[in-house]
């Protein structure tokens, strides 16, 4: 049998760095322009949970209802923290539990249950209000897969090439799906696209299949990757970022490989462009944005696929998982930034820098925003909570704009 690696990228696949690599060459933050922000950020509330040795978060989100968000740590902390401001930190936290294993996907919030997945191979599942264990099943190895809930079952992967579909009620496995593993692949599994009937999923071999949710039979399979090169390192096409499925259509990145678009019926391809990343892209109503391995940022139109821009600023920048904030698209980089762009343009309008009192631009690992508050897990396992607010010039510009327009209808048209 041979015997599968599993890659942690440290940053951005971008600058060939891996983890245990001990011929790596320092990490340093390129130069940024000056620039008058549109956006500042304002401090609500900061909890730190545990630091976070291996920055192991690419399969940790931040869930919520709406009191509460719910995040875990890859130390094996789980907690329940109030949005609202409170006048103690203590208070911020509803309730904290502590597992054994060290936590690798989740938490994923369906009713008042929360599940996540271990690096021990349990997926377990615990009460959203007190955090009290209701029940486990052991699966076959990491549950690296965030945990998707839907037609009473839950969907998930673990690292070894197995996806499983369990009873949402008690766990139990209801279909096990198997797929062949490459010897070498990124470490991370995507989490699994459900819809009407239909689970997606993107493997590290370059492969995208539909499965049937009820069975787990194999609908079709197409490649959005072929491995090429003469080592097992070159010859990574692993799909990492998440599936979207947006107006009938299944869009989909590969490492090594291209982006796609493809018929969700049959497999077949709308288009494809010869793009590579890893990260997790976003779409809306007109467009997809999307980050590639050397940093550079792409929009592309939703149905041609045509290119809209393309933003170089960031190469080296260590860019995250791409995330819409309002009108804009919220971008985050090694350095503990926050960048908003237009997302007509491409244009930077505004940054701001993270920080906590345990160091200064730490390193943002999961972002999440909403309306004008965004919450960050940070890789000291600090949780923010902030606020976005115009910023003093932004605000300038707004009096300015409507001043001129009211002076503009007082003054009397003399043609």
């Not at 869930?63 to 995040?71: A, H, R, T």
């Not at 615990?126 to 549950?143: A, D, I, P």
């Not at 690292?159 to 139990?172: F, H, I, P, T």
């Not at 497999?267 to 892209?281: C, H, Q």
Request: net charge negative; glycine share 8%; aromatic share 10%.
């Amino acid at each position: 049998m041979n015997k599968r690696i599993t890659l942690a990228v440290v940053f951005a696949a971008s600058l060939g760095v891996i983890g245990g690599c001990s011929t790596a060459k320092p990490l340093v933050e390129p130069y940024m322009a000056p620039m008058e922000s549109d956006y500042s950020l304002h401090k609500n509330w900061q909890v730190k949970l545990d630091s976070m040795p291996n920055r192991d978060s690419k399969g940790l989100f931040i869930d919520e209802d709406e009191q509460n968000i719910y995040v875990a740590s890859e130390t094996g902390y789980l907690v329940s923290l109030k949005k609202n401001n409170t006048s103690r930190w203590t208070d911020q936290v509803q309730w904290e539990v502590k597992f054994d294993s060290p936590i690798v996907s989740g938490p994923t919030k369906d009713g008042d249950r929360l599940f996540i997945g271990t690096s021990k191979g349990q997926l377990i599942a615990v009460s959203s209000k007190t955090g009290q264990y209701l029940w486990q099943t052991q699966l076959s190895s990491e549950v690296m897969s965030r945990a998707v809930i839907a037609d009473k079952k839950i969907f998930t992967r673990t690292v070894d090439g197995k996806l499983y579909a369990l009873n949402s009620k008690n766990g139990n496995i209801e279909w096990v799906a198997e797929h062949q593993m490459p010897n070498l692949s990124l470490r991370g599994s995507p989490q699994v696209l459900y819809s009407d009937g239909k689970v997606f999923v993107g493997w590290e071999s370059g492969s995208v299949q539909a499965l049937s949710a009820k069975s787990g039979s194999l609908l079709w399979e197409t490649r959005v990757a072929v491995p090429s090169g003469r080592t097992d390192l070159e010859r990574m096409v692993d799909v990492q970022s998440n599936l979207v499925l947006k107006d009938g259509r299944l869009y989909v990145l590969g490492f090594h490989g291209k982006f796609a678009s493809i018929n969700p019926e049959n497999g077949n391809f709308y288009f494809v462009k010869e793009v590579s990343g890893f990260r997790n892209f976003v779409v809306d109503d007109k467009a997809i944005y999307l980050v590639d391995d050397n940093d550079t940022l792409y929009s592309f139109d939703l149905i041609s696929g045509a290119t809209l821009w393309k933003q170089n600023a960031f190469k080296n920048r260590l860019v995250g998982d791409l995330s819409l904030a309002d009108d804009d698209l919220l971008v985050v980089d090694g350095w503990g930034y926050l960048h908003w762009l237009n997302k007509v343009q491409g244009i930077e309008v505004a940054r701001a820098k993270h920080s906590n009192e345990y160091g200064d631009g730490n390193r943002i690992l999961r972002v999440h925003s909403e309306d004008k508050r965004i919450y960050l897990l940070d890789d000291e396992g600090v949780v923010t909570s902030y606020n976005v607010t115009p910023s003093d010039l932004k605000l300038f510009k707004e009096q300015y704009a409507e001043k001129t327009k009211e002076e503009s209808k007082e003054t009397p048209n003399t043609q």
